[in-house]
């Protein structure tokens, strides 16, 4: 019987084999239920006790879609009144608290990132040009020197920081392999050290190295999204594998 990797070659084929391996160890998906069976005090109690016994037994916290199609989180510290939280909302908020989002994102698209983006329960935001990544280059700048920082990665069509277009929606399987895949390129590293103290123009050959980074980011997000088509929505049943 032949695989349904064979009509791949190369890097795409090796690609497609390292999503394969990630849906193996991918987490399982959250429980998705209807928020309007959660509605009025009892409801919100329910809905704390169906997120507890999901996180007992070690699976991700349930969501709640309610008629429009928008999920939320259901929560609470203890300190506040149960409730539920728009999902994207809350994390477009976690990414405007991030100090080193902020200085890597023109004040222009701030608040943006996650805007206009489908809600499905299984996809993630990914960065394809990792904001811990870049934070070497940005430590210590003033915000005019950040913002020619970002110029300079725009004017060489790359886009950072928490810019929309620096966004890639993928599935868990998808998201693993991509980080798998830049992990396996040495490429992204986290642990560059920081350039504070350095001035805006020595920095530039140091961006300049990222640069041709953040484009082989690119062809794996872009292999894994064209891939994720076929493999994701019945590529097998398709071609009579």
């Known amino acids: 019987m032949p695989n349904h990797l064979d009509h791949f070659k190369g890097p795409l084929k090796e690609l497609l084999h390292n999503s394969d391996q990630a849906a193996k160890k991918a987490k399982p998906k959250p429980r998705v239920l209807n928020k309007a069976e959660f509605s009025g005090t009892k ?31 259901h929560q609470s510290n203890g300190k506040t009144q149960n409730q539920f939280i728009n999902r994207d909302k809350k994390n477009q908020r976690t990414l405007d608290r991030s100090k080193r989002g902020q200085i ?21 935001a990914h960065h394809v040009a990792p904001v811990k990544a870049l934070g070497f280059l940005f430590d210590g700048l003033k915000p005019d ?23 890639a929606d993928l599935d868990s399987t998808q998201h693993i392999s991509v980080h798998d895949d830049y992990v396996k390129k040495g490429i992204l590293k986290y642990n560059h050290a920081s ?4 001035s805006l123009k020595d920095r530039i050959k140091f961006a300049n ?33």
Do not use: C, W
């Open 43 to 73: 409801g919100r109690a329910d809905a704390d006790v169906a997120v507890r016994t999901d996180q007992d037994q070690g699976l991700p916290k349930p969501q709640f879609r309610n008629e429009q199609g928008d999920l939320f989180y």
């Open 104 to 124: 890597q994102t023109k004040d222009e698209a701030k608040g943006t990132f996650l805007k206009g983006r489908e809600q499905r329960v299984d996809t993630h």
């Open 145 to 167: 020197e950040a913002r020619r920082m970002i110029d300079h990665f725009e004017k060489r069509g790359i886009y950072v920081g928490n810019d929309p277009r620096n966004r």
């Open 195 to 198: 350039l504070a103290g350095m």
């Open 209 to 241: 190295v990222m640069i041709q980074e953040i484009k082989e980011a690119k062809k794996s997000v872009e292999e894994v999204m064209y891939s994720g088509s076929f493999l994701h929505e019945g590529y097998e049943e398709s071609f009579n594998f």
